[in-house]
T-cell receptor, first 107, second 117 residues
Framework: QKEVEQDPGPLSVPEGAIVSLNCTYS??????FMWYRQYSRKGPELLMYTYSSGNKEDGRFTAQVDKSSKYISLFIRDSQPSDSATYLCAPRGKLIFGQGTTLQVKP | GAVVSQHPSRVICKSGTSVKIECRSLDFQATTMFWYRQFPKKSLMLMATSNEGSKATYEQGVEKDKFLINHASLTLSTLTVTSAHPEDSSFYICSARSPWTSAETQYFGPGTRLLVL
């Protein structure tokens, strides 16, 4: 079993929709997580950290951690075409990444 | 913010030739850099950790003689793909940790797309 797993998508939504991107992990020792955004043919950029549990908001983005189910979510409100990218989750401090979910926001 | 650059951004080479990819931290010194490989629609796979002034640490399954890493200065690490073959075609990305932020934060370069014919 991979340590971090994501549904590769693609996930296609209309502009303005609320998007939910998800990650599962297997190692209960992981405390915090990071979400990276990777545009096509570019390197990933750090989007935000999560708290060890619960929700963390940053503008239109909310990161959520459910430790009981080992489930991480990234919610994007009022999605924009510029949000179209691949979103990768990673345990903080670890050099491993989920496969990434490709998001397409259509105008 | 911390900026990491890579050069070249894309390269096409013939099978059997060697290709060098540079990774530079532009506004900070990085004692440690990381090299990743990414196939289409796949995750980043860590290849090796590059340490300034010492030998790189390679991940299991990565051939150190195939992927030569040199980290001769605090701002430059190079990855040389020796005797490249078509199966080496991939997207290579480097990253570095900035001393200004959490030690766990990685800043990634823009990547180098390698195509071996």
């Amino acid at each position: 079993q991979k340590e971090v797993e994501q549904d590769p998508g693609p996930l296609s939504v209309p502009e303005g929709a609320i998007v939910s991107l998800n990650c599962t992990y297997s190692n209960s020792a992981f405390q915090y997580f990071m979400w990276y955004r990777q545009y096509s043919r570019k390197g990933p950029e750090l989007l935000m950290y999560t708290y060890s549990s619960g929700n963390k908001e940053d503008g239109r983005f909310t990161a959520q951690v459910d430790k009981s189910s080992k489930y991480i979510s990234l919610f994007i409100r009022d999605s924009q075409p510029s949000d179209s990218a691949t979103y990768l989750c990673a345990p903080r401090g670890k050099l491993i990444f989920g496969q990434g979910t490709t998001l397409q926001v259509k105008p | 913010g911390a900026v990491v650059s890579q050069h070249p951004s894309r390269v096409i080479c013939k099978s059997g030739t060697s290709v060098k990819i540079e990774c530079r931290s532009l506004d900070f010194q990085a004692t440690t850099m990381f090299w990743y490989r990414q196939f289409p629609k796949k995750s980043l796979m860590l290849m090796a950790t590059s340490n300034e002034g010492s030998k790189a640490t390679y991940e299991q399954g990565v051939e150190k003689d195939k992927f030569l890493i040199n980290h001769a200065s605090l701002t430059l690490s190079t990855l040389t793909v020796t005797s490249a073959h078509p199966e080496d075609s991939s997207f290579y990305i480097c990253s570095a940790r900035s001393p200004w932020t959490s030690a766990e934060t990685q800043y990634f370069g823009p990547g180098t797309r390698l195509l071996v014919l």
